[in-house]
């Protein structure tokens, strides 16, 4: 069964953009392929968060992971840091970094700009630690988004660069993998494009329901179309998109027959979506709180998870011991 490995830095509470773009494939593939997901607490540094924050988004985003249903029996779901393997391959790799290269990979870029007061060196070599993360589990697909291309490409050379100065074929190259045939983007209610944690327009999965109720209520219309069978302006073809995502059929296309004959009325529509959304958050807000507060569950979760990845990134540490020309760890 081939490896996929995802990672997901801890900075904030999952939203539908994320279930609906990202989670939900996540479950399929929890059955189909020998999954690894982990929490990206070590990348999180980059930008000095407090220790309390740390700790804080970890659980919480183990525990949504777990609410969505993420089966910590079918894949290992892990923390970053249970996993100190990934720092020494990290060290190996970043002998064979350059700092040239480095510079030039665009999220580094990008962060120079938007931080220019702390351009550390985990910044740099960050797609360092990105290509341990994957290398150490040998994972063949990982499931990234689009902004994420510059770092696999960084990724492959890592694995080419060490098979070819120490002439192995150890690591295999591993490649961006987008799970659905038609990838879905969660729009935003705003009239901007997509739902986003920096957009400031995301609905999360543990709002509750007037919080909902209020997002959605705010959600930009128009003032309704005049001639049936028109074209949908961008902020209400985002409505529509978001029923399609968490209603019936039966509910779009009742909306959807209601615009076409100019009948629409989208507080009406408003109304039922914040319903549907509801519907759809409430068992997973449940099961949030549930998680969160059995601490006992999480540390299990997570103490299983750190011995599956450790078990699986020391054999190959040992391995990459060898090649490189150390003694294997002593047992
Ligand atoms: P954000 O910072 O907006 O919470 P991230 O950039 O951390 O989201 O993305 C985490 C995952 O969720 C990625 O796989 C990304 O493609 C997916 N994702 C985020 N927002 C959306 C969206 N609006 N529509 C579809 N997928 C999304
Ligand atoms: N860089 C990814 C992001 O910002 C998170 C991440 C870290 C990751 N290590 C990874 C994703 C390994 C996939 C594989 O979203």
């Known amino acids: 069964m081939e490896t996929v490995l995802s990672g997901i830095r801890p900075t904030g509470n999952l939203h539908l953009g994320n279930y609906f773009g ?26 000095h968060p407090h220790p309390e924050n740390i700790r804080k988004s970890v659980k ?27 720092l020494e391959l990290y060290l190996y790799l970043n002998m064979n970094a350059y700092l040239g290269e480095l510079e030039r990979v665009t999220t580094f870029k990008d962060k120079v700009r938007l931080q220019p007061n702390n351009v550390n060196a985990g910044l740099l ?12 589990h040998r994972a063949l697909k990982v499931p990234v988004g689009k902004d994420q291309e510059q770092n696999m490409e960084m990724a492959r ?40 944690k920096s957009e400031g327009n ?14 959605v209520m705010k959600a930009v ?53 914040a319903a549907d959304i509801n519907a759809f958050c409430a068992p997973v807000r449940e099961r949030i709180t549930e998680f969160e507060s059995d601490n006992a569950y999480l540390d299990k979760v997570a103490k299983e998870g750190a011995e599956k990845s450790r078990a699986n990134a020391f054999k190959t540490i040992n391995e990459v011991r060898e090649i490189i020309g150390f003694k294997p760890y002593a047992k």
Request: charged fraction near 25%; charge should be negative; hydrophobic fraction near 35%.
């Open 22 to 47: 990202a989670v939900k494939s996540f479950l399929k593939m929890q059955y189909e392929y020998n999954c690894y997901f982990f929490i990206a607490d070590w990348h999180s540094l980059t930008t």
């Open 60 to 86: 919480t985003i183990l525990s949504e992971y777990l609410a969505c249903g993420l089966d910590p029996e079918k894949a290992t779901i892990y923390t970053q840091s249970d996993v100190p393997e990934v």
């Open 125 to 136: 070599t960050y797609p360092s630690l990105m290509a341990a993360d994957i290398l150490v």
């Open 157 to 196: 050379k890592y694995a080419r660069r060490f098979n070819t100065i120490y002439g192995v074929e150890f690591f295999p190259e591993p490649a961006s993998f987008h799970f659905s045939e038609k990838a879905v983007k969660v729009p935003g209610l705003d009239g901007s494009g997509k739902m986003g």
């Open 202 to 215: 995301a609905i999360y999965l543990r709002d509750d329901e007037q919080t909902i109720k209020k997002k």
């Open 221 to 273: 219309t128009d003032s309704g179309p005049t001639v049936p069978n028109s074209e949908k302006p961008e902020v209400i073809q985002n409505l529509f998109t978001m029923m399609e995502i968490v209603s019936s059929k039966e509910t779009y296309d009742y909306f959807n027959e209601k615009y076409n004959s100019c009948e629409i009325r989208y507080g009406d529509m408003k109304k039922q979506l």
